[in-house]
């Protein structure tokens, strides 16, 4: 047996395959973003990400399309006003879940397997103790931050319901999210949309038994999600264990690598902060419209369904950008990465531009899908025409956001999003309520505000700190071992 058929043994037989010749051998499901047309490699790696994406907001939506159908608006309220909570902790592992996955596409396109192995056994190591941490401290924080949000009554004990069961079952997301990274961060997007086709479908089905049938209202969609959500955990687990491809998940070599955590924290934690204290922030949001009462908070519910959906296609690329730059710095190709960025940009904005206009003509009836409560349905489509346009901002936001975490800058990202998604958006709220007017759509134009301001700063700053052809101007700020 020659020295490559060792190698390619030796991993069949449960051991991290450790020597590039591997790499050539390996029949991979994984995608090599370094060669090939630039657009196809970004929709053949967007779409399938995209409709996962659009499947694991069932998740949620369909909680809301139950409740608000068969429970009641103030049921609905509770389950759009949680949302503002569980993103805390969802966002930040998703920054740490950035991090990993940029160290992973980093030593994948550069052919290191060794390093590519050590960060899946770190990667999913740490996600086990976050697991352990995000239940506890979140259910410990569900009702010091329900009050906090200034929660009306009618609402409250439903939203304690719904979130205390969310975070009993979190474990099953966050394990699910870290699994489906590992696939994206070698170009594998179309296992982990198979798997949330099938848990979405499952959750369709034990939403409407568990409230229907067992009458177990706002409880019982929430059982019913983090149920669909563990068999979305075992089946990824499952499958990066029994793989025999090159990111073979191996339980015996679980281990906290000190070199790969610091560089997964040096992407990852700006990312996470940055999307916890912004969730955090539309928390003052939600609370300047909780004044209006429960139609316009779950008006407002409906509104942020809605339009989660519309930014799916930009956050796809984002993603999309972050795999194609990470793999492409790490092989070398500093042209390509930055051709990459804008092409992306591009199609982005092409995608978002239609679906907006849709959801503008369409505002009504797409709000009649969560409920038929007619003042409930006015308040939503209120902050559809107000808003839905001016998304179109946040598809450079979010991929120009993208590629500079591909390429290992994270910290400048965090600080422009901070700065205008938080400080300047609670500054304009704070006037606006106070020296002009206190109206819904004046509050709901709180984040146009946002996105616009990030916009203008993020060119400006990709364009000063990145040269054309995508090289630093100054050293960069990561680098695979």
């Known amino acids: 047996m020659n020295k490559d058929k060792k190698h390619a043994a030796a991993g069949a037989a449960g051991k991290a395959p450790d020597r590039d010749a591997v790499y050539r051998n390996v029949r991979s499901s994984a995608r090599d973003m370094t060669e090939g047309s630039i657009v196809k490699q970004i929709i053949l790696f967007s779409l399938p990400l995209m409709l996962g994406n659009i499947f694991q907001m069932l998740y949620n939506t369909v909680d809301s399309i139950v409740v608000g159908n068969y429970v009641g608006k103030e049921a609905l309220a509770a389950v759009g006003s949680t949302s503002m909570i569980t993103n805390m902790a969802v966002f930040f592992f998703n920054g740490f879940s950035i991090g990993a996955g940029v160290v992973i596409s980093r030593s994948f396109g550069a052919k290191k397997l060794d390093r590519l192995h050590s960060?899946?056994?770190?990667?999913?190591?740490?996600?086990?103790?976050?697991?352990?941490?995000?239940?506890?401290?979140?259910?410990?924080?569900?009702?010091?931050?329900?009050?906090?949000?200034?929660?009306?009554?009618?609402?409250?004990?439903?939203?304690v319901t719904y979130l205390t069961i969310y975070f009993i079952g979190i474990t099953g997301l966050l394990i699910y999210n870290m699994g489906s990274g590992i696939l994206r961060a070698v170009g594998d997007t179309r296992r982990p949309l198979m798997f949330l086709i099938l848990t979405s479908i499952l959750n369709i089905f034990l939403d409407l038994l568990f409230v229907l049938a067992f009458h177990g209202g706002i409880a019982g969609v929430?059982?019913?999600?983090?149920?669909?959500?563990?068999?979305?955990?075992?089946?990824?687990?499952?499958?990066?264990?029994?793989?025999?491809?090159?990111?073979?998940?191996?339980?015996?070599?679980?281990?906290?690598?000190?070199?790969?955590?610091?560089?997964?924290?040096?992407?990852?934690?700006?990312?996470?902060?940055?999307?916890?204290?912004?969730?955090?922030?539309?928390?003052?949001?939600?609370?300047?419209?909780?004044?209006?009462?429960?139609?316009?908070?779950?008006?407002?519910?409906?509104?942020?369904?809605?339009?989660?959906?519309?930014?799916?296609?930009?956050?796809?690329?984002?993603m999309a950008a972050t795999t194609f730059v990470s793999q492409n710095v790490g092989a070398g190709k500093e042209e390509r990465a930055a051709s990459g960025t804008r092409q992306t940009v591009l199609l982005s904005v092409l995608v978002t531009s239609v679906i907006a206009a849709c959801l503008f003509f369409f505002a009504e009836p797409a709000v009649g899908l969560f409920t038929k409560d007619p003042s409930v349905i006015s308040f939503g489509a209120l902050f559809l025409h107000a808003n839905v346009f001016f998304l179109l901002f946040n598809c450079v936001n979010h991929v120009l956001a993208g590629a500079l975490r591909g390429r290992g800058d994270s910290r400048g990202p965090m600080l422009i999003m901070l700065l205008c998604f938080v400080l300047l958006r609670q500054i304009y709220l704070f006037v606006i309520t106070r020296f002009v007017a206190?109206?819904?759509?004046?509050?709901?134009?709180?984040?146009?505000?946002?996105?616009?301001?990030?916009?203008?700063?993020?060119?400006?700053?990709?364009?000063?700190?990145?040269?054309?052809?995508?090289?630093?101007?100054?050293?960069?700020?990561?680098?695979a071992n």
Do not use: H
């Open 438 to 479: 206190n109206t819904p759509v004046l509050v709901g134009f709180g984040y146009p505000v946002g996105w616009a301001s990030c916009c203008a700063v993020e060119l400006f700053y990709y364009r000063r700190k990145w040269a054309s052809a995508g090289k630093p101007k100054t050293p960069g700020t990561f680098a």
């Open 222 to 318: 929430a059982w019913a999600t983090i149920l669909s959500q563990f068999v979305s955990d075992v089946l990824t687990l499952t499958l990066l264990t029994r793989t025999k491809d090159i990111y073979r998940l191996v339980w015996r070599d679980l281990r906290l690598d000190r070199d790969i955590l610091r560089q997964i924290f040096r992407v990852g934690l700006p990312a996470g902060i940055q999307s916890v204290i912004t969730a955090f922030s539309n928390v003052f949001v939600q609370s300047y419209v909780n004044f209006f009462g429960s139609s316009c908070m779950a008006g407002w519910s409906c509104y942020n369904k809605l339009d989660q959906f519309i930014m799916l296609p930009m956050q796809s690329m984002a």
């Open 119 to 159: 960060a899946i056994e770190t990667t999913m190591a740490a996600t086990f103790i976050f697991c352990i941490v995000f239940t506890i401290a979140g259910m410990a924080a569900v009702k010091p931050l329900l009050r906090f949000m200034s929660t009306p009554e009618d609402v409250f004990n439903d939203a």
